[in-house]
């Protein structure tokens, strides 16, 4: 062996993670080539391998902060002892129209009793936006969540608006905003650690896995393989220059061996149709799957 191969052998050893790093990037950095979007990706292996991709922008969370409001809303019945079995209200009042919204839908009067948990299913499983709304509320607003997820070691990122806020200003949505990176390292400190509320982190992990919204994203490559995908998805609206303001999924992939990855993809101000975004994160979850499960 020459000295100049002796070199390059010598580095891909000591930064096997980089080497790796680098051809993802440049896989997804060719899926993404062209598109009339601005295309933010993090994933990371066992908590250590990272690649990002376009992760100096600030993206629109959209339903994605449902996932931040989860753990935030576990850590305010942790510290005020309040089961997550205990009912809350929701008036009539409170069932507003042009919203998505499930639990509307099957209770359109409103004067309901739900508990915590069920609101939590109705945001992680079905991203209801009164449901959320009515979360927020219930901890004191979007402050709360905020600090709590800066209190685990966050801070790029910011959630300042509720569901209704986004609702009644379009441009709103971009103030609940995170980094690629930050979304993937939150799923993974959820997924690795045991956090103080260790039932309400399984039942957030298990409704994660269920979850019914963005089939077409994360998870649609992944169906039939051997792994566990929980994800939380995101879905704007078209602001005014005719752009998709958000389309996301984060999602946490459990494998067969004991390894696991976190992965973010979020896209602001799309330019393309709202099924070709979706195919895009799939595109990328795939390429992420073959390339973290390849022959070595």
């Known amino acids: 062996m020459n000295k100049q191969n002796f070199i390059i052998t010598f580095f891909l050893l000591l930064?096997?993670?980089?080497?790796?790093?680098?051809?993802?990037?440049?896989?997804?950095?060719?899926?993404?080539?062209?598109?009339?979007?601005?295309?933010?990706?993090?994933?990371?292996?066992?908590?250590?391998?990272?690649?990002?991709?376009?992760?100096?922008?600030?993206?629109?969370?959209?339903?994605?902060?449902?996932?931040?409001?989860?753990?935030?809303?576990?850590?305010?019945?942790?510290?005020?002892?309040?089961?997550?079995?205990?009912?809350?209200?929701i008036s009539g009042e409170t069932m507003r129209q042009n919203t998505y919204s499930p639990l509307r839908d099957a209770h359109p009067q409103g004067n309901i009793g739900i508990s915590v948990k069920e609101l939590l299913t109705y945001t992680l499983q079905l991203s209801d936006n009164i449901a959320c709304d009515v979360l927020f509320s219930f901890i004191g607003g979007t402050r709360y969540t905020d600090k709590y997820i800066r209190s685990l070691g966050f801070e790029q990122f910011a959630v300042t608006q509720t569901e209704n806020d986004m609702h009644r200003d379009i441009n709103a949505c971009y103030r609940n905003w995170s980094t690629p990176l930050e979304a993937a390292r939150l799923l993974d400190v959820f997924i690795s650690r045991t956090l103080p509320y260790p039932e309400m982190q399984t039942f957030i992990k298990r409704t994660m896995i269920a979850c019914e919204t963005g089939t077409d994203r994360l998870a649609k490559p992944l169906l039939g393989k051997q792994c566990i995908v929980g994800h939380k998805t995101g879905t704007g609206d078209r602001n005014s220059s005719g752009k998709l303001t958000g389309i996301n999924d984060i999602g946490f992939v459990l494998l067969p061996d004991g390894r696991r990855y976190t992965i973010a993809v979020f896209i602001k101000d799309s330019e393309e149709n709202e099924a070709d975004t979706a195919q895009l994160i799939a595109d990328i979850s795939e390429t992420v799957y073959r390339f973290i499960n390849r022959p070595r």
């Open 15 to 89: 930064f096997p993670c980089l080497a790796c790093g680098n051809n993802l990037e440049e896989s997804i950095s060719r899926l993404i080539a062209g598109k009339k979007a601005q295309v933010g990706v993090a994933v990371i292996l066992n908590g250590t391998d990272t690649v990002t991709i376009n992760n100096d922008i600030h993206y629109p969370l959209m339903s994605v902060v449902k996932f931040h409001q989860a753990l935030s809303v576990a850590n305010f019945l942790h510290e005020n002892k309040i089961s997550p079995d205990s009912l809350i209200f």
